[in-house]
């Protein structure tokens, strides 16, 4: 039987390689887990997007929730709550992004590409898709400032962030 610690450090050598160089140079900053700056971000996967920088923030600033597509899904409000009401978070921004894959497509072509891309059989998941980013986003912004277990005092808003400008463009919602 192999050693799982070995794979890990034969499959993860660049990423653990990287580690080190990183831990040289690492300060603690004396950071909680509260947010400093009371924002949290719910953000795509997509790795285009930096969300400290794109913010101005520094790391224990803001909270970041990323999924495909920055849906506001269970989890997300999940996590929501715990930050909202544990780690100062008092402010939510909603921030999907242009081009993003789960925008091009609707969920029964997603299903089919990822079956044409892998032979698996995804009908069993709801990946979320958006025809229209722009509805989609006021929906999720609407789903958390209705949501009952958050403070009624946060602050809900939402942008899209262009991945070709770096500028986010915020939506009247």
């Known amino acids: 039987m192999t050693n799982n610690v070995t794979v890990f450090n034969v499959d993860f050598a660049?990423?653990?390689?990287?580690?080190?160089?990183?831990?040289?140079?690492?300060?603690?900053?004396?950071?909680?887990?509260?947010?400093?700056?009371?924002?949290?971000?719910?953000?795509?996967?997509?790795?285009?997007?930096?969300?400290?920088?794109?913010?101005?923030?520094?790391?224990?600033?803001?909270?970041?929730?990323?999924?495909?597509?920055?849906?506001?899904?269970?989890?997300?409000?999940?996590?929501?709550?715990?930050?909202?009401?544990?780690?100062?978070?008092?402010?939510?921004?909603?921030?999907?992004?242009?081009?993003?894959r789960m925008a091009s497509a609707n969920e029964d072509e997603m299903h089919k590409a990822i079956f044409a891309a892998s032979g698996v059989d995804s009908r069993g998941i709801e990946i979320r898709t958006v025809t229209d980013q722009a509805s989609a986003l006021a929906l999720d912004v609407t789903r958390v400032r209705a949501y009952p277990l958050l403070s009624k005092s946060i602050v809900v808003g939402g942008a899209i962030f262009d991945v070709h400008t770096g500028l986010l463009m915020p939506q009247d919602i």
Not at 78 to 99: I, K, Q, S, Y
């Open 14 to 100: 660049d990423v653990l390689e990287a580690n080190r160089e990183y831990s040289l140079h690492f300060n603690d900053r004396e950071l909680t887990g509260v947010a400093r700056r009371g924002l949290a971000v719910v953000t795509c996967m997509d790795s285009r997007i930096d969300p400290l920088a794109l913010l101005g923030m520094m790391p224990g600033d803001v909270k970041i929730l990323r999924n495909a597509g920055a849906r506001v899904t269970e989890d997300v409000l999940r996590t929501l709550v715990l930050a909202n009401h544990l780690l100062g978070v008092n402010r939510v921004l909603v921030m999907p992004h242009t081009e993003c």
